[in-house]
């Protein structure tokens, strides 16, 4: 290590949410990508793992693989990476798709691409090296971003804990609900449930909005108002079939 200052800022540096998602160029098993430039008009889920050939990553891929579609069709596309080459990729894709059968999955192909990350060149510009846990695996990053290349939401795991997808996708439905319609999610929120109006931070929206109660619109107090969106409204606005 040249300088240790250097090479400890660049190792904790991360992007925050409501930054510009950092650009790179990656090789991975699709082929070369440009990111974001090649995902402008896509929500997309960057998603670390720590290595191939282990049993967490794998139950991690083929849950995710399975529900490929159900992400594509929420206009949201899936990007893995790891600090593993691109054989060692493919040979892994490969052993899942012909040998490994869990909780009912089987014969799963990974069709969404996966980065070779061998320098950590981009582990490291997203911040998803974290040495306390290891310092030569990434930890399980995800990263939501927006059609606009912009961040908006990053979740971190551990190397010992397996991602819940459903909370996922609700992330991402949630997400493009609060822009489409612009309200804001309450704890636990599923299409169907009541959402806030107006978004957190609109107070005196809120007040007249208590003040002029519709049959639609609930009150619990001045600065805590939802109304109800039936879960058809919610999907016919998201979901592309
Ligand atoms: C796993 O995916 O099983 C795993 C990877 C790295 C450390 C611990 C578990």
């Not at 083929?62 to 596309?77: G, H, I, R, V």
């Not at 582990?123 to 040495?131: D, H």
């Not at 929206?205 to 939802?226: G, I, L, P």
Request: with cysteine; charged share 25%.
């Amino acid at each position: 290590m040249e300088n240790p200052e250097i090479e400890t800022k660049q190792i904790f540096s991360m992007p925050r949410i409501g930054d510009k998602a950092p650009a790179f160029k990656a090789v991975t098993t699709q082929g070369e990508i440009q990111f974001p430039t090649d995902y402008e008009g896509s929500w997309v889920i960057l998603f670390s793992h720590p290595a191939d050939f282990t049993p967490v990553c794998t139950s991690e891929f083929m849950t995710f693989a399975s529900l490929e579609k159900q992400f594509n069709e929420a206009n949201c596309k899936l990007l893995g990476l790891s600090i593993d080459g691109l054989y060692s990729h493919i040979a892994w894709l490969r052993t899942i798709k012909e040998k490994i059968e869990f909780k009912g999955m089987k014969d799963i192909e990974v069709k969404f691409p996966l980065i070779e990350d061998i320098t950590m060149e981009v582990a490291t510009k997203y911040g998803m090296i974290m040495p306390g846990e290891s310092s030569t695996k990434a930890v399980r990053a995800v990263f939501v971003i927006d059609p606009n290349g912009v961040i908006r939401t990053i979740i971190y795991y551990p190397l010992s804990l397996g991602r819940n997808f459903d909370e996922l996708y609700r992330v991402v439905i949630a997400l493009q609900t609060a822009d489409k319609f612009n309200i804001a999610t309450p704890a636990d929120w599923r299409p169907g449930d009541d959402v806030i109006v107006p978004p957190a931070g609109s107070c005196g929206v809120a007040k007249e909005r208590m003040d002029s109660q519709d049959e639609n619109t609930h009150c619990y107090d001045w600065f805590f108002c939802t109304k109800k969106m039936d879960k058809e409204t919610v999907l016919n606005a998201i979901i592309r079939k």
